[in-house]
């Protein structure tokens, strides 16, 4: 079964520093991943995908992810963060051999200090 | 490109009373996605459609659920004889086709009380 594991509830970084967000993956075959936004009572935000190609993805707002196949991982990055980057981030896998839906994993709660 | 829209935002009902959600999706988007969301998680699949057809329903989405796609555009989602623990978001998103971005809606806030 297609899955992904953000193992971090929460991340803390003053503004200005990079940050990570971490999300590995579990799927069968090649995986179509996928990094949302969430900022309070509202819906979620598409930053970014992988599907194929640069293992380094760039999406909006200055983020990033890299794709590692060894380590299956797809980890979130932005080189200086801004206090209003705080928000929740959920990493996705699409689960294309069934129904096509996303599979979300439980968020990242990040926190960006003035 | 209006984006996703979802009606009403917010809701509170008391248990037993039945709701119904709208969700208007990007214009020309074929596939149609129903999630919810409890505090604390993230989001769980409900069911989507491809155009009118309804393809696919979670376990989650029990006999008190039913959605419906008239027509390919819009879409609600009505739930009956509410039950506190339907309290959640439930957010619908749209895509082009197979295996493009899913775009998410603003969401539907349901409180019971």
């Known amino acids: 079964a297609q899955s992904v594991a953000q193992p971090e509830d929460q991340v803390n970084v003053a503004e200005g520093n990079p940050l990570t967000v971490k999300c590995t993956y579990s799927?069968?075959?090649?995986?179509?991943l996928f990094w949302y936004v969430q900022y309070p009572n509202r819906g979620l935000q598409f930053l970014l995908k992988y599907i194929t190609g640069d293992n380094l993805v760039k999406g909006s707002y200055g983020f990033e992810a890299e794709f590692n196949k060894s380590q299956t991982s797809f980890h979130l990055k932005k080189p200086s963060a801004l206090v209003s980057d705080s928000a929740l981030y959920f990493c996705a896998v699409r689960d294309l051999y069934n129904t096509d839906k996303l599979i979300f994993g439980t968020g990242t709660r990040l926190q960006v200090f003035p | 490109d209006t984006g996703v829209s979802q009606d009403p935002r917010h809701k509170i009902t008391k248990r037993g009373q039945n709701v119904t959600f709208r969700c208007d999706p990007i214009s020309e988007h074929n596939r149609l996605y129903w999630y919810r969301q409890t505090l604390g998680q993230g989001p769980e699949f409900l069911t989507y459609f491809q155009n009118e057809a309804q393809l696919e329903k979670s376990r989650l989405l029990s006999d008190r659920f039913s959605a419906e796609r008239p027509k390919g555009s819009f879409s609600t989602l009505e739930i009956q004889r509410t039950e506190q623990g339907d309290s959640a978001m439930y957010l619908c998103a749209s895509s082009l086709a197979v295996k493009e971005t899913q775009y998410f809606g603003p969401g539907t806030r349901l409180l019971v009380l």
């Open positions: 799927v069968s075959g090649n995986p179509y």
